[in-house]
C-alpha cells in the first residue's frame, strides 16, 4: 500500500521495523505536496529542512539510538504555531517576514518525539473564519470539491489531512476551528480541554478560548499525538497540571453502559436535513456499542454565538494592539509616529481582522463594557452551567459538528452573519472549556463530508477518544479519502 494511504500509528510502525526510511516517507509526502498543492493551497510554506532531519533520523537508527515515539512521521504545523527559525505569518501580512526564535512548547515536544516538520499550513487571518478565505496567501480549496471551503480557520491543516500530503496535522481552535474543518474535509478533529495542551508558542487569538489540538484520519491518531502534546507546560501559565490520562490504553474498553446525552433541539431548528438523518444514523451505532442514548437540555446554547462574538472579539482587540510596526511586524511607510501606526495597521490587516477589533474595542469601552462584555461573560457562566447540569446525566454529548457540510467558496464572504453560523454547534465548547471531537458520518448524497460531535467533561479526552475510536472501529466512513483528479461540486 502506499504510504499516503497508511495511517500514523502504522508509518510508524513500519519505520521502527525499517521497512521503510525517513527519508522516503518525509520524500513521498513532499511530492505529493508538490503535485498537488498549487491546486490546494493547503501549505503557505514547506519546511526546507525536512529531508535534511530526516537523514538524522534515519542515520541515529542506523547508529542504534533509542528515538522518540514518533520517530521520521512527518506532520504538518498551522501557521499560528511557532516553529523557531520558519516563518510564522497567522495568515497575515502583518507577520508575512516574521521568523520565531523560538519553537512553540507543542513543536519542541513533537519535535522531541522526534516527528518531522514538513511544512506550515494555511489559515484565516489570526484563526478569524471558518473558511480559511481570510488568508493573506489566498483561500485553501476543499479536496472533495475544489469549488468549496476546507472550513477554518485551520482549514489547510484539514485539507492537507484529506488529501493526504501529510499523514496528521496540528491545528488550534478558539471557537471551532479544528472541528469545524474537520468536518467538512472529512477528518477527526480533537479540541482538548482547555489547559490541557500548553497554548506556549500559539500566536493568540482569544487567550481564554484558544487551545491546540490534532488534526488526522482516525482517533486513535488523535489519541498518539495527544500522548505527545498534552500535559503541564510552566511557560503557560493557564496549562493544567490535571494528571494526562493514557489515552491510547482505555481506546478499546467497551462503551456498555456510557450514557450520551442528544439535545433534541440541536437537531431540528436550521439543520440540513441529510446532515440530521445521517446523525441520527450514527446514534443508532452508537447504541449497538452499548452506549444509552438519553435526551438532555442544553438551554443557554442558543445565546452562544452571541456570547462568543462578544468575547473573542474583545480579546482579540487586545490581543492583536501589540501589532503596531514598531516592534517586529510588518511597517507602513509613513511621515510621523501616528501615520505609521494608521498606515501599518490599516495595511496589515485583512477586513475581517480590521472588523473585530473595532467590535472588541467598542464592546470594551467605557459605559459599553457592562452591556457587552460583562454580559457575555455572564452567558458564558450560565452555558457553563448547563453543561455541568447535564453532565451529571450523561458522560457524554453527541450531535452535528456543523449545520450543513461545506459551502462553496465565496457563499458567505459577503455576510458575516452566515459564516457566524456555521460555528453554532462548536463554540459553546470552547466558552465552557471542555474537550470536542469531531468525527466523520455517512457522507451527503452528493458525497460531501460531515461530522458528528462528541463533548465530554472537562479533562475526559480520553472518554471522547475511545468513543470516536469504537464508532470508527464499526464505520468506515473515517477510511474514505477524495478522489484524485479532485473535483469540483455543484
Ligand atoms: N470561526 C470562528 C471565528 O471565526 C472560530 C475560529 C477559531 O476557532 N479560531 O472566530
Redesign the pocket.
Known amino acids: 500500500m502506499t504510504l499516503s494511504a497508511l495511517n500514523a500509528d502504522v508509518i510508524v510502525d513500519q519505520l521502527n521495523a525499517g521497512e521503510v526510511t525517513a527519508t522516503d516517507c518525509v520524500q513521498h509526502f513532499l511530492d505529493r505536496i508538490q503535485v498537488h498543492n498549487a491546486e490546494l493551497n493547503a501549505f503557505i510554506r514547506v519546511s526546507e529542512s525536512a529531508l535534511e532531519q530526516a537523514e538524522a533520523i534515519d542515520q541515529r537508527r542506523k547508529a542504534g539510538e533509542s528515538l522518540g515515539c514518533l520517530a521520521g512521521l512527518p506532520i504538518a504545523i498551522k501557521d499560528g504555531i511557532c516553529v523557531s527559525g520558519q516563518p510564522t505569518t497567522a495568515g497575515s501580512k502583518m507577520l508575512e517576514n516574521f521568523s520565531p526564535p523560538y519553537d512553540a512548547t507543542i513543536v519542541e515536544r513533537l519535535k522531541s518525539a522526534d516527528a518531522i516538520i514538513i511544512g506550515k499550513t494555511n489559515m484565516?487571518e489570526f484563526?478569524?473564519?471558518?473558511s480559511t478565505e481570510n488568508s493573506f496567501f489566498g483561500p485553501t480549496n476543499n479536496p472533495w470539491a475544489t469549488n468549496r471551503v476546507p472550513g477554518?480557520?485551520?482549514g489547510g491543516s484539514a485539507a492537507c489531512v484529506a488529501a493526504r500530503l501529510a499523514p496528521v496535522a496540528i491545528g488550534?481552535?478558539?471557537?471551532?476551528?479544528?472541528r469545524?474543518p474537520a468536518s467538512f474535509c472529512g477528518i477527526t478533529g480533537l479540541k482538548p480541554s482547555y489547559g490541557r495542551v500548553s497554548r506556549y508558542g500559539l500566536i493568540a487569538?482569544a487567550s481564554s478560548?484558544?487551545q491546540i489540538g490534532p488534526m488526522t484520519r482516525t482517533a486513535k491518531e488523535s489519541a498518539l499525538l495527544m500522548s505527545v502534546i498534552a500535559g503541564f507546560d510552566p511557560r503557560d501559565s493557564t496549562s493544567s497540571k490535571e494528571q494526562v490520562s493514557d489515552f491510547l490504553k482505555s481506546l478499546e474498553t467497551p462503551l456498555a453502559g456510557v450514557r450520551i446525552g442528544v439535545c433534541r433541539d440541536h437537531l431540528n431548528e436550521g439543520l440540513d436535513v441529510e446532515v440530521k438523518t445521517k446523525i441520527n444514523d450514527a446514534i443508532s451505532v452508537f447504541k449497538q456499542l452499548g452506549a444509552n442514548i438519553e435526551e438532555i437540555e442544553l438551554p443557554q446554547t442558543k445565546s452562544a454565538i452571541a456570547a462568543?462574538?462578544i468575547i473573542?472579539p474583545c480579546e482579540a482587540s487586545s490581543n492583536l494592539a501589540r501589532y503596531d510596526g514598531v516592534r517586529y511586524t510588518f511597517r507602513a511607510q509613513a511621515n510621523d509616529l501616528e501615520e505609521m501606526y494608521r498606515n501599518t495597521r490599516g495595511q496589515g490587516f485583512g477586513d475581517e481582522v480590521k472588523q473585530r477589533i473595532m467590535l472588541g474595542t467598542y464592546a470594551l469601552s467605557s459605559g459599553y463594557y457592562e452591556a457587552y462584555y460583562l454580559k457575555a461573560s455572564k452567558v458564558r457562566r450560565m452555558i457553563k452551567q448547563d453543561y455541568d447540569e447535564a453532565f451529571k446525566k450523561v458522560d457524554l454529548i453527541l450531535g452535528p459538528t456543523t449545520p450543513t457540510p461545506a459551502f462553496k467558496l465565496g457563499q458567505h464572504t459577503e455576510d458575516p452573519l452566515a459564516?457566524?453560523l456555521?460555528?453554532i454547534y462548536?463554540?459553546s465548547a470552547?466558552l465552557a472549556g471542555i474537550p470536542a471531537i469531531s468525527v466523520p458520518v455517512e457522507p451527503s448524497s452528493t458525497g460531501l463530508p460531515i461530522g458528528l460531535q462528541l463533548q465530554g467533561r472537562a479533562f475526559e479526552e480520553n472518554t471522547l477518544l475511545r468513543a470516536a475510536h469504537q464508532f470508527q472501529n464499526e464505520t468506515l466512513w473515517h477510511t474514505a479519502s477524495p478522489s484524485e483528479p479532485w473535483r469540483t461540486q455543484s
Do not use: E, P, R
Not at 127 to 130: D, F, K, L, T
Open positions: 484565516d484563526a478569524m473564519g471558518s477554518g480557520s485551520s488550534s481552535d478558539t471557537g471551532g476551528s479544528i469545524q487569538f478560548l484558544d462568543y462574538y473573542a459564516m457566524y456555521a460555528d462548536t463554540v470552547n
